[in-house]
């Protein structure tokens, strides 16, 4: 207990190199980095340098390092002065370590699907465990001397907790996970709130970990149960919609993209990867209703999963009428099942002679990318057969993808504090939408703490990884051309806090400086040459 004492008495402000933070969270990390073993190898060491018996010497960061990166957690005022650099560090090492053959972590391909504990089961607050919001006091007060003090030492024993699991010391990790649960809540201030969520998805990985073999398989857990449905995750999505810019804005320039590629058009095709709504094509429509030189035939094909094929069929039939009163001839297709390179053919698309073919996708790409980058590959590679005129690409601007668990819980850690940070500026504490937003980015937060191998679907990449990889598959940046209409509807949400900035040709929006989500536009490279 004296170790975990000490993780909330240091210093704040000095500087932390993320590079040497990862490498000495755990010394089978080192092993893994240098690429001195093979996988099984760094597997049964990991067992021997990090097992629960050897509870006295638990390696952890160096003490002004953990502060600075609590400290940025904590004052997002103070992200773009304080920790872009840091921010360059940690990606220059998460590059590095693309350059290793592990498949993830040391879990590889095992299947996880283990069922987690904290926020699992659906429905009202109180099946929660949750109390009622209305019951939760409305007033938010200023943030005291003491409050901070309690942050601090929460984020601390996050990353303490965070380092027994990855060293695979299940009696400390579940130790130092009481002592989290008793500050972190669900419908405190949003620091307690995303810290809350961080333990869930710890649990759910402690669970996994007590299946652990000898051998180091994993038995066969319960079922993964989601944390909240499907029909509770469409409501969520339409109220983060509703109340932040980050949905809208993703859709606004992928919509201004597509506008700006059709001029003179006269038969347009939209093709949209994973389609789980109609919130993006209103404005499209309204749009190019008005154009000069008249509306043109609009055929929008949603490739997207049987779950929703009910709901869209009815949403889409309401688009056809409203289109037909603007005078647009709107035309719906859906293609249910899983998104694959057999999927995107001509033939399946049902690709039309004089077409000219947009592919969409918001959020919905890094899905495809896997330990190896084969899968993603082979969609990009599809896509560009289909030679679009424009492929409009959405995304969070994160590094969720790295093949080591502290380094991913690092990176999320910092990106989901600045999500919950913007929501506590747009609503109250004793919100019940805010909750149901935030048991949204709960289940995200779970699969990337706890999943591996095809259970981890939530593999965000920042923009200069997404950049390459587009690259390396034949598309060339476009220009975003719609700064202006970006901060017109970022001032409809009334906050000053939101940033945003242009980065060669793709637009970013962010928190307090600490980007957030990015839209770009993509032509096929020899289309854009000639």
């Known amino acids: ?119 699992e089961m659906s429905g009202s607050f109180e099946d929660f465990g949750v109390p009622d919001p209305e019951m939760v006091p409305s007033v ?63 649990k759910s990985r402690l669970s996994l970990l007590h299946n652990v073999n000898a051998n180091g398989t994993f038995t066969n857990g319960a079922k993964e149960k989601p944390l909240i449905t499907r029909e509770e995750k469409s409501e969520a999505f339409q109220l983060l919609y509703q109340t932040t810019p980050y949905i809208a804005f993703g859709f606004m320039a992928a919509n201004e993209a597509i506008c700006q590629a059709a001029k003179g058009k006269d038969s347009l095709h939209v093709m949209d990867i994973g389609m789980e709504n109609t919130l993006q094509w209103p404005s499209l429509i309204r749009t190019l209703a008005s154009r000069p030189e008249g509306p043109p035939n609009l055929r929008i094909t949603g490739l997207i999963s049987e779950h929703y094929l009910s709901e869209l069929e009815v949403s889409m039939k309401i688009l056809v009428d409203d289109a037909s009163t603007l005078g647009l001839t709107l035309e719906f297709n859906m293609i249910s099942g899983p998104v694959t390179p057999s999927v995107l053919t001509k033939e399946n698309l049902n690709l039309r002679e004089g077409e000219t073919l947009f592919v969409n996708s918001i959020m919905h790409l890094h899905e495809f990318v896997k330990e190896s980058r084969g899968s993603l590959k082979a969609i990009l590679q599809a896509i560009k057969k289909l030679r679009p005129t424009v492929l409009t690409v959405v995304e969070q601007d994160a590094n969720h993808n790295g093949p080591f668990f502290l380094g991913r819980f ?118 854009l040459s000639t």
């Open 140 to 202: 938010q007060e200023e943030v005291s001397h003491g409050d901070l003090n309690q942050g601090l030492h929460l984020v601390h024993l996050l990353l303490a907790c965070a380092e027994a699991v990855g060293c695979r010391d299940t009696q400390l990790a579940d130790s130092i996970l009481n002592q989290i649960w008793v500050s972190a809540s669900p419908w405190g201030d949003s620091l307690q709130r995303v810290s809350y969520c961080f333990a869930t998805g710890l």
């Open 410 to 527: 690092l990176e999320s850690l910092h990106y989901y504090s600045a999500i919950f940070d913007s929501l506590e500026a747009s609503l109250p504490r004793n919100s019940a939408q805010r909750m149901k937003i935030e048991f949204l980015f709960a289940e995200e937060i779970r699969n990337i703490v706890a999943f591996e191998g095809t259970n981890r679907v939530e593999r965000h990449e920042r923009i200069d990884q997404w950049r390459r990889q587009l690259g390396r598959a034949g598309f060339q940046v476009m220009g975003m051309k719609c700064m202006s209409q970006a901060k017109m509807l970022i001032s409809v949400y009334g906050c000053d806090d939101y940033t945003l900035s242009s980065e060669k040709g793709c637009l970013l929006l962010g928190w307090k400086g600490r980007p957030i989500i990015f839209a770009s536009a993509w032509q096929v490279h020899n289309v």
């Open 1 to 119: 207990m004296a170790a975990l004492n000490g993780w909330s008495s240091f210093p704040l402000h000095e500087n932390l190199d993320h590079d040497l933070a990862i490498r000495r969270f755990c010394p089978a990390r080192v092993e893994q980095e240098h690429g001195e073993c093979e996988w099984e190898d760094e597997l049964l060491n990991e067992l021997e340098l990090c097992s629960p018996s050897n509870t006295t010497t638990i390696p952890c960061l160096p003490a002004p390092e953990v502060d600075e990166f609590v400290d940025s957690c904590i004052n997002m005022d103070h992200y773009d002065k304080e920790c872009s650099n840091l921010q360059h560090d940690f990606d220059l090492f998460q590059e590095e370590m693309e350059t290793f053959s592990l498949v993830n972590d040391v879990y590889g391909d095992a299947s996880m699907m283990i069922e987690g504990d904290g926020l």
